[in-house]
């Protein structure tokens, strides 16, 4: 049973535009959420988090929003550039426990 | 060599090969992580060093079994593979001193992309 969903397996948004990715999670433990970023033949690089205490955490062009009611989080990025084009990871843990993955969304931004 | 690196990138082996992975990082942090990423799939945490020290296995086959000689060093020995565990295997290392390490930042390697026939 997978504990941290991202149902969207691909996204396509113009250049200039907002890219909004999604992750949805079950486990109502979960305080502490992250947000990374992959391009191919290359390991995740962390690009954004939040903890529950907080409903939006904001860096430059990436938000990030959680809405604990719906267990939800959305990543933001706005504009988007055709650089941000690549798979993005959420991940999320309770208490010390370790990272729980999503399966990721690949962002493809064009011109 | 800055951050964390792996070796080999690519490994094709069969069922009977012994291999290891290596992973080494230059970030001057105490913990290390590998992760199994199958297509698919999401990142699976395998193991989880600390200070040297195994904190974490997460249910993983007797036929991966991990080594860390140094908080700057982990190596992941393979024997006698499925091909169900092709994957990419990435490792990760963060600072790794607090209760709630494993929440810290964690940087990634390339990983090594292995198919097993």
């Known amino acids: 049973d997978q504990q941290v969903k991202q149902n969207s397996p691909s996204l396509s948004v113009q250049e200039g535009r907002i890219s909004i990715l999604n992750c949805d999670y079950t486990n109502s433990m979960f305080d502490y959420f992250l947000w990374y970023k992959k391009y191919p033949a290359e390991g995740p690089t962390f690009l954004i988090s939040i903890s529950s205490i907080k409903d939006k955490n904001e860096d430059g062009r990436f938000t990030v929003f959680l809405n604990k009611s719906a267990k939800h989080l959305s990543l933001h990025i706005v504009p988007s550039q055709p650089g941000d084009s690549a798979v993005y990871f959420c991940?999320?843990?309770?208490?010390?426990?370790?990272?729980?993955f999503g399966t990721g969304t690949r962002l493809q931004v064009f011109p | 060599e800055t951050g964390v690196t792996q070796t080999p990138r690519h490994l094709v082996m069969g069922m009977t090969n012994k291999k290891s992975l290596k992973c080494e990082q230059h970030?001057?942090?105490?913990?290390m992580y590998w992760y199994k990423q199958s297509a698919k799939k999401p990142l699976e945490l395998m193991f989880v060093?600390?200070?040297?020290?195994?904190?974490e296995n997460n249910s993983v086959p007797s036929r991966f079994s991990p080594e860390c000689p140094n908080s700057s060093h982990l190596f992941l020995h393979l024997h006698t593979l499925q091909p169900e565990d092709s994957a990419l295997y990435l490792c990760?290392?963060?600072?790794?001193?607090?209760?709630?390490?494993?929440?810290?930042?964690?940087?990634f390697g390339p990983g090594t992309r292995l198919t097993v026939l």
């Open positions: 991940a999320a843990s309770a208490d010390t426990d370790k990272l729980i």
């Open positions: 060093y600390n200070f040297k020290e195994q904190t």
């Open positions: 990760a290392s963060s600072q790794g001193l607090a209760e709630t390490f494993v929440t810290d930042t964690q940087y």
């Open positions: 970030l001057g942090h105490n913990a």
